[in-house]
């Protein structure tokens, strides 16, 4: 086949200039494979670049989608042990919304095998993330704690369970009473309504005044002052979003006296010898804990590739629990 079917964003926008088109298969390149779509997750970066908030990389396709699962039907599986017609699923660089899409062999995971091709394609761009910035960047170690804003997100569900998977007390927060029950449902000790309370204050009272740990924060903004306030001792925030806001205050003599820290990533402009790094660590540490059944697909709904921009507005109403895919 040399023709298939994707999404492209006609022009920057509201959710209605996603566009149902038709595009050549990619060519795969030295060390990528070419990956029939079954199904791809939607992220917030889509919707960002959707927008024009959030330009492509140069060296990315211009259709949206950071992740897909499916059958393997031609590239170069090199090294990879994968082989052609396996299941996989895989962090992408761009080009998820298609029937087709290449992918770096060593950016692929296997789909787990109980889990549909839907379940599948919700794992990539929260795992890598989530891996790469609580436990690299955010170095969470042994009997400590983790706090995680927007809880009930698809990078909120799978820090908490991968968290609580790996022995840590996790808290977490939401927007609802709904969600905060989900939190708690997946693991976390305790997960706090922040249209309601303080969850500097509430985070505080949990911890008999210690603080957590780690924060993953996607809010930024005046967040930021009150996360610094709810970390321990040594305490390390990180950001990987700013829908709060890009600037802040922060209480620099609070990071002086506490030797806190405070960093942050952005994973898409990172590099593919980077992320498959990341893609042996969940392969080691998290694949097992999925295989185990200790970890579980939280899928909200699915779409029809054809509905991506009903799947977008969705995605920007912030009432879902967990992730959203697209399926073909």
């Not at 008999?208 to 610094?228: N, P, S, T, W």
């Not at 600037?247 to 003599?253: C, E, G, H, S, V």
């Not at 540490?285 to 579980?296: N, S």
Request: charge should be negative.
């Amino acid at each position: 086949m040399s023709t298939m079917q994707a999404i492209e964003i006609s022009q920057p926008g509201a959710a209605d200039v996603l566009r149902l088109c038709e595009r050549a298969v990619p060519v795969p390149g030295p060390g990528e494979v070419l990956i029939q779509v079954h199904a791809a997750g939607i992220n917030r970066p889509d919707v960002l670049q959707r927008m024009g908030l959030y330009r492509a990389p140069a060296d990315a396709s211009d259709l949206p989608g950071l992740e897909v699962a499916g059958t393997i039907v031609g590239g170069d599986v090199g090294d990879s042990g994968f082989k052609l017609g396996e299941r996989v699923c895989a962090l992408v660089h761009g080009g998820g919304y298609a029937e087709y899409c290449c992918a770096p062999a060593s950016n692929c995971l296997p789909a787990p095998k109980d889990w549909s091709d839907a379940e599948a394609a919700s794992l990539p761009e929260t795992c890598f993330t989530v891996w790469s910035n609580v436990f690299e960047r955010g170095q969470l170690g042994a009997g400590e704690t983790l706090l995680v804003q927007g809880g009930s997100s698809g990078i909120g569900v799978t820090a908490i369970q991968i968290a609580h998977a790996l022995g840590h007390c996790v808290f977490a927060t939401a927007g609802s009473d709904d969600k905060v029950r989900a939190c708690e449902a997946l693991g976390a000790e305790r997960a706090i309504n922040y249209r309601e309370a303080d969850f500097s204050k509430a985070v505080r009272e949990y911890t008999d005044g210690r603080g957590v740990d780690v924060i993953l924060d996607i809010v930024g903004g005046e967040y930021v002052a009150r996360e610094i306030a709810c970390l321990a001792d040594d305490g390390r925030l990180v950001l990987i979003g700013v829908l709060g806001g890009t600037t802040a205050q922060i209480p620099l003599a609070q990071i002086l006296m506490r030797r806190l820290t405070v960093t942050g990533s952005t994973l898409r402009p990172r590099s593919d010898a980077y992320k498959a790094q990341i893609a042996h660590a969940l392969r080691e540490r998290v694949w097992p804990l999925i295989d185990a059944g200790k970890i579980k697909p939280v899928i909200h709904q699915t779409f029809p590739l054809a509905q991506a921009a009903d799947a977008h507005r969705l995605m920007e109403s912030s009432t879902h629990i967990g992730k959203i895919v697209l399926t073909l």
